[in-house]
C-alpha cells in the first residue's frame, strides 16, 4: 500500500494487525511503523523524533540485514532531507557508515550517490575542483553499474554547474554513456549533452554521432534539428563563450 | 415536551391547510409529485438498474469535451462499439471543465463515479487521485488491442499503437511507475483566417506566409478601416488568446537564443529553474537585445487586438472572429470544429507565421522555425478502480483507441487522432504538428512560477498600452522582477523537497518488496530508474540553494 501512495491506508491496517509473534516479527513490525509513519501528514518534528526512535533501536539491534540497512539509510535521509533544520553532517556521517559496510548492497548505493551530492554541493571544501575529486573518490568501491552510472552524471552536472572545462563533463557523461539504461527524457537529454559538450570540446564527430542516436533512439525528439543546421553550414544560436562555447 | 415540539403539528397541518385552501398549490403539489415519481420511475428503470427490462451490462464514461464534435464523436464510437458488443450499453456523461475537478472528486468520494474517467494531473491538486481511485493498465497496454486485427496494428502491443507511445504524464504516471490511461486525440496552436476579410483587405484570400507579411496585413489593415470607416482587428482578443497565447508565444520563441546563449547544461536551452540561477548569477537581464526586442514584438502584436482585450473572455474572442470584426484568431486546434460550425464563412487554418530572422526590425535575435514537437497525445481516460465492469470498461477503451474507433472519433469530431494508422482528413492536416525546428524550453512570461507571473500581469499595460514602451515597462518591471522571481525559486525549492519526502516511503517500500518478492524484473527497473531520477532532481535542488546566498559572487569561486 505504501509502495502506491496509499499510506492512510496502511496505517490503518497495520494497527489492525495481530501482536507481533517473535522478536523478527516485531523488528519488521517497527520498520514499518517507522515507514508508514514518515508518510502521514502533518509529519510534524514529534513524529520524526518518534520515527528516529524506531530506526535507531532497529539500528542498535544491528542483525546485518536488510532492515538494518534501510533504517540506516532512512535516518540519513531524515537528517537530510525532513528536519526543519537539516543536518548534513550527520546525514552524511550516516551515508558514510553505510558505504563502510561491504555488505549493504543496495543501501549503500543509495547511500553513496546522496553523500556524493552533499559533496559537491553542501559540505564545505576549498574549491570547486576539491569538490569533483572529492566525490569522484566515491566511484572506487563499488561495482553497481547504475550507481557508478548515476555517480558520473553527477560529476558532469557539477563540472557544468561550477564552469570547469567541458572536457571533464564529456568524460564523465561518455562513462555514463557505456552502462546505458537511460530512457525517456533522461536518456534522449543525455545524448544531447554528450553531443553538445563534444562540440564544445571540438570533436564535431563525436557530436554527429550522439546526434544521429538521438535521431534514432528517439525520433520524437526535435534537437536533432541544430546539427542539421550545423552540417548545412546555417547561423545557429550560440552558448555564451565564459560557458567555453564556439 | 419542548416548545418546539408542541408547535410542529400545529405548523404543519397549517400547511396542509393552506394547501387546501389554495387550488393553485393543491396543483403544485401534484405537479411535484408527479415529477418526483416519474424521475424514479426513469431512474428505476433505466438501463442496468433494478426494474430494467434491458438486461445489457451498462458503462458509462464522464469527459469534459462539451466543445462541438467530440460529443457527437463519442456518441458514434459508442454506436459502432454496440453494434459489435449488443450485450453492452455505453452512457456518455459530459460535464464543463469548469466543474468537472470537483464534480469528479465528490462522484468518486461517493462511490458513483462513471466507469471511464477523463482526467488531468495539469490542475494540480490532484495527485492523490489515480492511486486511489484509478486502475494501472501496464499488463493491459503492453498485450496487443484485439480490436486492431485485419490492420497493420495487429500484433502490436496497445501502447505502441499510440502516436506518442503513450509517453505523456497523463497516461504513463512517472511516481507510480504505471501505465494508467489511454488516450484520445492531439492538439496544436493554429491561426484560423477570415478569408473574405483578407480578401476584401489585401485583394488576397491567401494568409500571410511570414511575419514580414503579417507585418505589411497590418499596414493594409488600416488603410481598409480608414476607407470603410470600420474597426476591423488584426487578432481575436482576449485574456486568453491575447495575452496566454500570443504574447507569451511571441516572448518564449523570441527569448530562444537567449535561452541558447545561458545553455550551460548543454541541453539546448535553459530549464526554468537554471534560467532562474543564470539571472541570480547576474548572467542575463532584461536589457539583453533578444528580450527588448521580445517586448517590442510583443508590444506590436497587442497593437493587433481590440483595446482591453486582457479583460476578456476567451468566448468574446470567438464571438469577434464570427462576427468578421476581426482577421484572424489564433487558438487551440480543439476549438476548430466548433469554428467551422458556426463561423458564417469557410475559414482557412494555417500555423502561424511566427517572427523570424529576416522578418525586419525587432527580428535579428528570432532563432526560428520552431518546433512543435512530434505531438504528444492528450485527453486521456482512465479505469476506475471501483467500477463494477472492468473487463467491459476496458474493452469499450480498446476499440475507442483502435483504428475503427479512433478513426470514427476523428471522422466525427473533427480533432486529430491520438492512433497511427488512423488517416488525418485534408482539412485536419493543417492541424498536425510541425516537427523540425528548435525546441523552445522556456516561457520568460510563465515559465517560472506564479510570483513573476503575476508582475506580468500587473506591469503588462505599461508595455501594451497606446502610450505604454518597452524602457517604461521595464522602469517598472524591473524592480519588481528579481524579488518576484526569488520567490518562485522559493516555491519550487518548497515543492521539490516535498516531492523528495512525498517518494521516500514508496520507494523504501518498492526495495522491499522487490527484495522480498523476487521477479517483477518491470517493478525493479522502474524503481531504479526513480531513485536515479531522485538523485539528479536532488543536486538540482543544491545547485539552487548553493547559488541563492552568492549571486555573482558565484562567477569568481576559487
Same mark, same amino acid.
Given at each position: 500500500?505504501?509502495?502506491?501512495?496509499?499510506?492512510?491506508?496502511?496505517?490503518?491496517?497495520?494497527?489492525?494487525?495481530?501482536?507481533?509473534?517473535?522478536?523478527?516479527?516485531?523488528?519488521?513490525?517497527?520498520?514499518?511503523?517507522?515507514?508508514?509513519?514518515?508518510?502521514? +501528514?502533518?509529519?510534524?518534528?514529534?513524529?520524526?523524533?518518534?520515527?528516529?526512535?524506531?530506526?535507531?533501536?532497529?539500528?542498535?539491534?544491528?542483525?546485518?540485514?536488510?532492515?538494518?540497512?534501510?533504517?540506516?539509510?532512512?535516518?540519513?535521509?531524515?537528517? +537530510?532531507? %525532513?528536519?526543519?533544520?537539516?543536518?548534513?553532517?550527520?546525514?552524511?556521517?550516516?551515508?558514510?557508515?553505510?558505504?563502510?559496510?561491504?555488505?549493504?548492497?543496495?543501501?549503500?548505493?543509495?547511500?553513496?550517490?546522496?553523500?556524493?551530492?552533499?559533496?559537491?554541493?553542501?559540505?564545505?571544501?576549498?574549491?570547486?575542483?576539491?569538490?569533483?575529486?572529492?566525490?569522484?573518490?566515491?566511484?572506487?568501491?563499488?561495482?553497481?553499474?547504475?550507481?557508478?552510472?548515476?555517480?558520473?552524471?553527477?560529476?558532469?552536472?557539477?563540472?557544468?554547474?561550477?564552469?570547469?572545462?567541458?572536457?571533464?563533463?564529456?568524460?564523465?557523461?561518455?562513462?555514463?554513456?557505456?552502462?546505458?539504461?537511460?530512457?525517456?527524457?533522461?536518456?534522449?537529454?543525455?545524448?544531447?549533452?554528450?553531443?553538445?559538450?563534444?562540440?564544445?570540446?571540438?570533436?564535431?564527430?563525436?557530436?554527429?554521432? %550522439?546526434?544521429?542516436?538521438?535521431?534514432?533512439? %528517439?525520433?520524437?525528439?526535435?534537437?536533432?534539428?541544430?546539427?542539421?543546421?550545423?552540417?548545412?553550414?546555417?547561423?545557429?544560436?550560440?552558448?555564451?563563450?565564459?560557458?567555453?562555447?564556439? | 415536551?419542548?416548545?418546539? =415540539?408542541?408547535?410542529?403539528?400545529?405548523?404543519? /397541518?397549517?400547511?396542509?391547510?393552506?394547501?387546501?385552501?389554495?387550488?393553485?398549490?393543491?396543483?403544485?403539489?401534484?405537479?411535484?409529485?408527479?415529477?418526483?415519481?416519474?424521475?424514479?420511475?426513469?431512474?428505476?428503470?433505466?438501463?442496468?438498474?433494478?426494474?430494467?427490462?434491458?438486461?445489457?451490462?451498462?458503462?458509462?464514461?464522464?469527459?469534459?469535451?462539451? /466543445?462541438?464534435?467530440?460529443? =457527437?464523436?463519442?456518441?458514434?464510437?459508442?454506436?459502432?462499439?454496440?453494434?459489435?458488443?449488443?450485450?453492452?450499453?455505453?452512457?456518455?456523461?459530459?460535464?464543463?471543465?469548469?466543474?468537472?475537478?470537483?464534480?469528479?472528486?465528490?462522484?468518486?468520494?461517493?462511490?458513483?463515479?462513471?466507469?471511464?474517467?477523463?482526467?488531468?494531473?495539469?490542475?494540480?491538486?490532484?495527485?492523490?487521485?489515480?492511486?486511489?481511485?484509478?486502475?494501472?493498465?501496464?499488463?493491459?497496454?503492453?498485450?496487443?488491442?484485439?480490436?486492431?486485427?485485419?490492420?497493420?496494428?495487429?500484433?502490436?502491443?496497445?501502447?505502441?499503437?499510440?502516436?506518442?507511445?503513450?509517453?505523456?504524464?497523463?497516461?504513463?504516471?512517472?511516481?507510480?511507475?504505471?501505465?494508467?490511461?489511454?488516450?484520445?486525440?492531439?492538439?496544436?496552436?493554429?491561426?484560423?483566417?477570415?478569408?473574405?476579410?483578407?480578401?476584401?483587405?489585401?485583394?488576397?484570400?491567401?494568409?500571410?506566409?511570414?511575419?514580414?507579411?503579417?507585418?505589411?496585413?497590418?499596414?493594409?489593415?488600416?488603410?481598409?478601416?480608414?476607407?470603410?470607416?470600420?474597426?476591423?482587428?488584426?487578432?481575436?482578443?482576449?485574456?486568453?488568446?491575447?495575452?496566454?497565447?500570443?504574447?507569451?508565444?511571441?516572448?518564449?520563441?523570441?527569448?530562444?537564443?537567449?535561452?541558447?546563449?545561458?545553455?550551460?547544461?548543454?541541453?539546448?536551452?535553459?530549464?526554468?529553474?537554471?534560467?532562474?540561477?543564470?539571472?541570480?548569477?547576474?548572467?542575463?537581464?532584461?536589457?539583453?537585445?533578444?528580450?527588448?526586442?521580445?517586448?517590442?514584438?510583443?508590444?506590436?502584436?497587442?497593437?493587433?487586438?481590440?483595446?482591453?482585450?486582457?479583460?476578456?473572455?476567451?468566448?468574446?474572442?470567438?464571438?469577434?472572429?464570427?462576427?468578421?470584426?476581426?482577421?484572424?484568431?489564433?487558438?487551440?486546434?480543439?476549438?476548430?470544429?466548433?469554428?467551422?460550425?458556426?463561423?458564417?464563412?469557410?475559414?482557412?487554418?494555417?500555423?502561424?507565421?511566427?517572427?523570424?530572422?529576416?522578418?525586419?526590425?525587432?527580428?535579428?535575435?528570432?532563432?526560428?522555425?520552431?518546433?512543435?514537437?512530434?505531438?504528444?497525445?492528450?485527453?486521456?481516460?482512465?479505469?476506475?478502480?471501483?467500477?463494477?465492469?472492468?473487463?467491459?470498461?476496458?474493452?469499450?477503451?480498446?476499440?475507442?483507441?483502435?483504428?475503427?474507433?479512433?478513426?470514427?472519433?476523428?471522422?466525427?469530431?473533427?480533432?486529430?487522432?491520438?492512433?497511427?494508422?488512423?488517416?488525418?482528413?485534408?482539412?485536419?492536416?493543417?492541424?498536425?504538428?510541425?516537427?523540425?525546428?528548435?525546441?523552445?524550453?522556456?516561457?520568460?512570461?510563465?515559465?517560472?512560477?506564479?510570483?513573476?507571473?503575476?508582475?506580468?500581469?500587473?506591469?503588462?499595460?505599461?508595455?501594451?498600452?497606446?502610450?505604454?514602451?518597452?524602457?517604461?515597462?521595464?522602469?517598472?518591471?524591473?524592480?519588481?522582477?528579481?524579488?518576484?522571481?526569488?520567490?518562485?525559486?522559493?516555491?519550487?525549492?518548497?515543492?521539490?523537497?516535498?516531492?523528495?519526502?512525498?517518494?521516500?516511503?514508496?520507494?523504501?517500500?518498492?526495495?522491499?518488496?522487490?527484495?522480498?518478492?523476487?521477479?517483477?524484473?518491470?517493478?525493479?527497473?522502474?524503481?531504479?530508474?526513480?531513485?536515479?531520477?531522485?538523485?539528479?532532481?536532488?543536486?538540482?535542488?543544491?545547485?539552487?540553494?548553493?547559488?541563492?546566498?552568492?549571486?555573482?559572487?558565484?562567477?569568481?569561486?576559487?
Amino acid at each position: 500500500m505504501v509502495s502506491i501512495y496509499l499510506s492512510k491506508e496502511a496505517w490503518i491496517r497495520l494497527n489492525e494487525l495481530p501482536p507481533p509473534d517473535g522478536a523478527q516479527s516485531q523488528r519488521e513490525r517497527d520498520f514499518c511503523t517507522a515507514v508508514v509513519i514518515l508518510d502521514q +501528514q502533518p509529519l510534524t518534528e514529534g513524529r520524526l523524533d518518534d520515527v528516529e526512535k524506531r530506526l535507531q533501536g532497529l539500528i542498535a539491534a544491528d542483525d546485518g540485514d536488510e532492515i538494518a540497512w534501510a533504517a540506516q539509510y532512512l535516518q540519513g535521509r531524515i537528517w +537530510q532531507i %525532513y528536519r526543519a533544520v537539516p543536518d548534513v553532517t550527520k546525514a552524511a556521517g550516516s551515508y558514510r557508515r553505510l558505504i563502510a559496510r561491504a555488505d549493504a548492497g543496495h543501501w549503500a548505493g543509495l547511500a553513496r550517490t546522496k553523500l556524493a551530492v552533499l559533496t559537491l554541493y553542501v559540505i564545505p571544501a576549498e574549491s570547486r575542483q576539491a569538490r569533483i575529486e572529492a566525490a569522484a573518490a566515491l566511484i572506487e568501491g563499488t561495482d553497481d553499474g547504475i550507481t557508478v552510472r548515476d555517480l558520473h552524471r553527477l560529476l558532469a552536472g557539477a563540472i557544468m554547474f561550477f564552469n570547469l572545462p567541458p572536457g571533464q563533463a564529456l568524460e564523465h557523461l561518455l562513462a555514463a554513456d557505456q552502462f546505458g539504461g537511460l530512457t525517456g527524457n533522461q536518456g534522449a537529454d543525455q545524448l544531447v549533452q554528450i553531443a553538445e559538450l563534444a562540440w564544445d570540446a571540438e570533436q564535431p564527430e563525436l557530436s554527429a554521432r %550522439y546526434y544521429e542516436r538521438l535521431r534514432e533512439e %528517439y525520433p520524437r525528439d526535435a534537437r536533432t534539428f541544430l546539427h542539421d543546421q550545423r552540417r548545412a553550414g546555417a547561423a545557429v544560436p550560440l552558448r555564451r563563450e565564459d560557458l567555453n562555447g564556439r | 415536551m419542548t416548545s418546539a =415540539e408542541r408547535v410542529r403539528p400545529f405548523r404543519c /397541518e397549517g400547511r396542509i391547510s393552506m394547501v387546501a385552501r389554495s387550488p393553485r398549490n393543491l396543483f403544485a403539489l401534484i405537479v411535484l409529485l408527479g415529477a418526483y415519481a416519474t424521475a424514479a420511475f426513469l431512474v428505476a428503470t433505466r438501463p442496468g438498474a433494478t426494474l430494467s427490462a434491458d438486461e445489457r451490462t451498462v458503462i458509462r464514461l464522464a469527459h469534459w469535451q462539451i /466543445e462541438a464534435g467530440p460529443r =457527437e464523436a463519442i456518441d458514434a464510437v459508442i454506436a459502432r462499439y454496440e453494434e459489435l458488443n449488443p450485450a453492452v450499453r455505453v452512457e456518455q456523461v459530459t460535464v464543463p471543465g469548469s466543474l468537472f475537478k470537483q464534480w469528479l472528486r465528490t462522484q468518486l468520494i461517493g462511490g458513483n463515479a462513471t466507469d471511464i474517467i477523463e482526467f488531468g494531473s495539469f490542475w494540480g491538486g490532484v495527485n492523490d487521485i489515480p492511486p486511489r481511485f484509478f486502475d494501472p493498465i501496464t499488463r493491459e497496454v503492453e498485450a496487443p488491442n484485439h480490436y486492431n486485427r485485419g490492420t497493420s496494428l495487429e500484433g502490436v502491443p496497445w501502447r505502441d499503437t499510440f502516436r506518442d507511445g503513450l509517453n505523456t504524464p497523463d497516461a504513463y504516471i512517472e511516481n507510480l511507475s504505471n501505465y494508467f490511461a489511454v488516450t484520445l486525440t492531439m492538439t496544436t496552436m493554429r491561426a484560423f483566417y477570415n478569408p473574405e476579410l483578407l480578401l476584401a483587405i489585401t485583394g488576397s484570400a491567401k494568409p500571410p506566409t511570414s511575419y514580414r507579411e503579417v507585418r505589411e496585413l497590418t499596414i493594409k489593415l488600416a488603410d481598409y478601416n480608414q476607407r470603410t470607416g470600420q474597426k476591423v482587428t488584426l487578432y481575436a482578443g482576449s485574456q486568453f488568446t491575447g495575452e496566454t497565447l500570443m504574447i507569451d508565444r511571441i516572448t518564449t520563441y523570441s527569448g530562444l537564443g537567449l535561452s541558447m546563449y545561458n545553455d550551460r547544461f548543454r541541453e539546448q536551452g535553459t530549464k526554468p529553474r537554471d534560467s532562474t540561477l543564470e539571472y541570480l548569477r547576474g548572467r542575463w537581464n532584461f536589457d539583453h537585445p533578444a528580450l527588448r526586442d521580445a517586448l517590442e514584438l510583443a508590444r506590436e502584436g497587442a497593437a493587433g487586438m481590440r483595446p482591453g482585450f486582457q479583460q476578456l473572455g476567451r468566448e468574446a474572442a470567438v464571438q469577434e472572429f464570427m462576427r468578421s470584426q476581426t482577421v484572424m484568431i489564433i487558438t487551440g486546434t480543439w476549438d476548430a470544429t466548433s469554428l467551422r460550425k458556426l463561423a458564417p464563412f469557410e475559414l482557412t487554418v494555417e500555423e502561424f507565421p511566427w517572427p523570424k530572422q529576416g522578418d525586419g526590425k525587432f527580428t535579428d535575435e528570432s532563432w526560428g522555425p520552431y518546433s512543435e514537437g512530434a505531438g504528444g497525445t492528450t485527453a486521456a481516460f482512465y479505469l476506475n478502480k471501483a467500477s463494477q465492469h472492468k473487463e467491459v470498461a476496458l474493452d469499450f477503451m480498446r476499440f475507442m483507441t483502435s483504428v475503427e474507433g479512433n478513426g470514427i472519433f476523428v471522422e466525427k469530431s473533427g480533432w486529430l487522432p491520438s492512433v497511427r494508422e488512423v488517416e488525418v482528413p485534408d482539412y485536419a492536416k493543417a492541424y498536425m504538428p510541425h516537427f523540425a525546428g528548435y525546441s523552445a524550453r522556456l516561457s520568460i512570461m510563465r515559465g517560472y512560477g506564479n510570483e513573476t507571473r503575476d508582475v506580468w500581469s500587473r506591469q503588462l499595460h505599461r508595455l501594451i498600452s497606446p502610450n505604454g514602451s518597452v524602457d517604461s515597462f521595464l522602469e517598472a518591471f524591473r524592480p519588481e522582477f528579481r524579488e518576484a522571481l526569488v520567490r518562485d525559486l522559493q516555491t519550487d525549492l518548497r515543492n521539490v523537497y516535498l516531492s523528495l519526502r512525498r517518494d521516500l516511503a514508496p520507494l523504501t517500500a518498492l526495495a522491499m518488496l522487490d527484495l522480498l518478492e523476487d521477479g517483477d524484473a518491470h517493478r525493479e527497473s522502474s524503481r531504479r530508474d526513480r531513485e536515479s531520477s531522485q538523485t539528479i532532481i536532488e543536486a538540482k535542488l543544491y545547485e539552487a540553494e548553493f547559488v541563492l546566498p552568492l549571486g555573482p559572487a558565484m562567477n569568481t569561486l576559487p
